[in-house]
């Protein structure tokens, strides 16, 4: 499959491959998947709302596809590059580089080189109900230091597995939400960006322009662009897209409203259009979805 292909008529897959080395902690829920088989447990993660994390080395023909994950997953590299499927189109991500994928839509990662593809992952478990750790300020790939959080894994791993002292594994798990948390709620997002976002958080139907979007911000539309692509991996356009997807899942699985009113809420005059770009970044119609 091709960078920037999008697969068609995806299911649930699950290919590890003989040369794809692991290690992984997983919650205290039973799991029957054959790749967590046998892996330790440990309890506290249940606390965190994590259903597993780990280190992989992952070799071609290295594929995972979640029709509809349950949970946020966080993922970041360490070595060599391979492809993640985000809003509805194949990204690279290489050494240096970490990614987010949202609970609920389509997620998938595939290996597509000889050389291996080294990274640590913390995959939540989420309800609907609950607030997301994706918000409206979340990068969906930036640049991370990926030493920190993977030797947090490795302690993790090995005091699940030796001594198992409760003191320990917290201390380590503190580490580890420490180091997904920064990524994901950056203390140090910039105060204009806020203000843009939060205007279209309040209004998703408004037809935003990226020159009206620059106004909010006080800044140039290029300047805006190149802010927003560095500190959320998305161009501003492609921000609002997110932002009304978002709201269009909430209204779709909170609500009865016909899809055609809620297409209309959340920006788009055509149905036909909104249910093309609803899946494509959700990975379903909106039907579907509800």
């Not at 590299?77 to 970490?98: K, M, N, P, Q, Y």
């Not at 990274?119 to 790939?141: D, G, K, Q």
């Not at 620059?214 to 927003?228: P, Q």
Request: glycine share 6%; net charge positive; aromatic share 8%.
């Amino acid at each position: 499959m091709a960078e920037g292909s999008r697969p068609n008529g995806a299911k649930d897959t699950q290919i590890l491959g003989e040369r794809t080395t692991y290690l992984l902690v997983q919650g205290s829920s039973p799991d029957p998947r054959s790749w967590l088989k046998g892996r330790p447990r440990c309890a506290a993660l249940d606390a965190m709302h994590i259903a597993h994390l780990g280190i992989m080395t992952a070799a071609p023909p290295f594929e995972v596809t979640r029709t509809n994950q349950s949970g946020t997953f966080f993922l970041s590299c360490f070595g060599g590059s391979g492809l993640i499927l985000v809003d509805g189109s194949w990204r690279r991500i290489g050494e240096g580089e970490a990614c987010l994928l949202p609970p609920f839509v389509m997620n998938s990662l595939r290996c597509d080189r000889e050389e291996p593809w080294k990274f640590s992952w913390v995959r939540y478990l989420e309800s609907r109900e609950a607030n997301p750790l994706i918000s409206a300020h979340s990068p969906v790939s930036s640049q991370m230091n990926p030493m920190p959080l993977m030797h947090a894994i490795e302690g993790f791993h090995s005091e699940v597995v030796t001594d198992h002292h409760l003191g320990n594994l917290q201390l380590w798990l503190d580490l580890i939400q420490h180091s997904v948390g920064r990524f994901a709620q950056p203390y140090q997002t910039d105060s204009r960006l806020w203000r843009v976002w939060s205007a279209v958080e309040r209004r998703p139907g408004q037809p935003w322009t990226l020159a009206e979007l620059a106004d909010i911000a006080a800044m140039s539309e290029e300047h805006l662009r190149r802010l927003c692509k560095k500190e959320l991996g998305r161009t501003p356009m492609q921000q609002v897209t997110f932002l009304r997807m978002q709201a269009a899942s909430h209204l779709l699985t909170t609500t009865r409203e016909k899809v055609a009113t809620i297409a209309r809420a959340v920006g788009y005059r055509n149905p036909f259009t909104f249910s093309t770009s609803f899946k494509k970044w959700v990975g379903w119609s909106p039907s579907e979805h509800r």
